[in-house]
């Protein structure tokens, strides 16, 4: 009787926090605990790790996924009947998916799948997303540290724009992750309360408008001489075609979106004459966990205990919320939703969070405590000390 | 009788340390210092900062230009002659000006003119370039902590790569600051003394050939499933023109370069058809203090204290340089050279230090030392508590 953890989607700088949390717990209550590599891709395939006797130590303080992630579906019947001819061939009875929307579709799916087949199996999804927009729960492990990323990122840049922009650039852009929630981007703001941050951010909450978008940048900057923007990639127009489709769908039927930054910097040139610079940080912004938050790093991984406590409840076919208990001093309750109330859902920045271009003090009283603290990782070489496994 | 300090070209997240080690020394040795807002540009306006009694603890951790820089040169007579008069109505006799190779020609140039007029000022240069690219100096104040981020940020993308390539993203592309020279990128490398960091790296100083390089990244894939590349932005051509030239010039008549991380991926995806992920970290590298080197910060500061001794030695008309001592043991010794040796020069990365797209030993050897140490800024609300002085 084996239980198995995997990591699917995107990663995130906490996610192998996550797996801690998992791995550690499941060892205490005397689980044998293997990891699929890869996801359901590598599942499939029987690649495993028997972490029953793992040095699980640096998963606390290294980003991405230290078992390999997927982008993996399962749709299709014969992948389905593959996979539980695998659980049954290993004797698998518990499940930890550790992903987001697309991945915890995936675990509903084999939830149901085995009650179908009458397979004992109990899957309990472990929420991750630095893109926040799992519904049923206050927020997600990952997004606390990208935000604080992301907050970081702008204040330095602004601080940037504001020593050049007398005799050279007047606009910076920051293109930040978000196909279809603006939480993160919303981060962008986070710095105004230390004096410098976003002016502008652009939210997929709020359809563009280009007029009015030019008139406000030209504002700013005749104000203060500088504007700095924020630009979630997924940003729409009011007809909800993205500002910038790269023109294909991922493997998840996702549209591929890319560029938004530099599509929003040419209007501005084009439009007002200034001069721009364009940053994106890409997966930099996911997987930058030498400045994670250490409330985040926490919770991400009490996410993985609670995971594997529920199972052992009989609480299963559900994923790990949390609940909000208090802003300040700062409270959560963890807590279960089914997982067909998770799966391809999407929890968008409320209309409260945030008004035109800004973020309100509503959003700041609920970002501020997911990104208090600094576990820093060790340093070796002057570099963070990350380590892996050989995942081949 | 007094001395004036300014902030020019483009910023650095030590250069306030620099600030600070000029202001701190100039006040133990009893000058009157004063600060020029934006570089000549603003002194130029008569904006200045007295900062005899100004609050400068902040300097230390606060990246980019607190007093503001500029991009301006001095090559017209009728600014010349207006900032003699002003430094005459003033009477400003020491002049620590704070840049790289181009604001080294206006010390240069203001040094000239004032022999020419008679009028007694004593200039030092104060280094400052994350490109590293200043001669007569081991290395300049700006580029160790640049190098540290941009290591970082590769170990962390590579990571997450790793991750991700069985089913998703298999390349990744991060475009890196470096005009003309190719130390910046290099830094990618070195994070594969911990294990991870960049595969391929394209310098300014190896001519770019696309279907070398095609066949590279397709050894990688091949061999490895993935591939990390790190691109300067001043990538050339064997005919000397950049492989992403964006049409103009700024007004120091540097031609402006960008995208040059897309155009790479756009080879890559139409010679091999693989999925690529592109970052191009712009500002957020040049003036990231949340993760700058200690090394850094501290020779900063001594390059700005060494400037302010070197004028009341009388020894001006020069820059202040660092020369190695030792690599291991770590030990420098500051030391100077006459602003003409370094105005407009630029430093390439020597051959020995790059070998095809790798860098080698020698390369480590010189650059490890500089990204040491972690001297991370003071936190409030989960963000560092970077100060502004009020520049306008």
Redesign the interface.
């Known amino acids: 009787m084996r239980a198995l953890y995997a ?1 699917s989607g ?2 995130t ?1 906490v996610i192998n926090a996550s797996a801690y949390g998992v791995i550690d717990e499941a060892r205490k209550n005397g689980l044998e605990i293997w990891v699929g590599i ?1 996801g359901v ?2 599942i499939l395939k029987e690649r495993f790790l028997d972490a029953t006797e793992l040095d699980i130590e640096f998963l606390k303080h ?5 078992f ?5 579906k399962m749709k299709n019947e014969a992948d389905i009947q593959k996979l539980f001819d695998i659980f049954q061939k290993y004797n698998i009875r518990y499940f930890f998916y550790n992903g987001g929307n697309d991945s915890m579709d995936t675990a509903w799916r084999v939830q149901v799948e085995a009650q179908k087949r009458g397979y004992e199996l109990k899957v309990v999804g472990v929420p991750k997303t630095i893109d926040n927009d799992l519904p049923h729960t206050d927020h997600c492990p990952g997004y606390g540290s990208a935000a ?1 990323y992301i ?3 702008m ?3 602004a ?6 922009w ?3 650039t007047q606009v ?1 852009v920051m293109e930040i992750m978000g196909r279809h929630a603006g939480w993160l981007a919303a981060a962008a703001g ?2 105004w ?4 941050g976003a002016d502008i951010i652009l939210l997929p909450e709020k359809p563009f408008d280009k007029d009015e978008f030019i008139a406000a940048v030209d504002r700013v900057v005749t104000k203060k001489g500088y504007c700095t923007i924020a630009v979630a990639e997924g940003l729409k127009y009011p007809d909800g075609f993205f500002v910038s489709d790269m023109g294909y769908t ?2 998840f039927g996702n549209r591929q979106l ?2 938004v930054g ?1 599509t929003i910097a040419g209007m501005i040139r084009s439009e007002l004459g200034l001069k721009i ?8 912004q ?6 994670a ?1 250490a409330t985040d790093v926490e919770e991400a991984e009490m996410c993985g205990r609670m995971a594997v406590r529920y199972a052992l409840e009989d609480n299963y076919g559900v994923m790990v919320t949390m609940e909000r208990v208090s802003d300040s001093p700062y409270q959560i309750r963890y807590s279960s939703v089914p997982l067909n109330l998770v799966a391809d859902q999407t929890k968008m920045l409320p209309k409260d969070y945030f008004d035109g271009y800004e973020i309100t003090e509503k959003f700041i009283r609920y970002a ?1 405590p997911l ?4 576990p ?1 990782p060790p ?10 496994f050989d ?1 081949g």
């Open positions: 990591q995107g990663v700088s890869n891709t590598g290294t980003p991405a996924g230290a390999g992630s997927c982008r993996k604080k907050a970081i990122a204040m330095e840049a601080l940037d724009l504001r020593s050049m007398v005799d050279s910076f986070l710095g309360l230390n004096g410098i991922d493997s890319g560029g530099f610079h364009v940053a994106i940080p890409d997966y930099l996911r997987s930058g966990r030498h400045i938050s501020l990104i208090q603290g600094e820093y340093y070796r070489n002057g570099l963070p000390d990350y380590r892996m995942i």
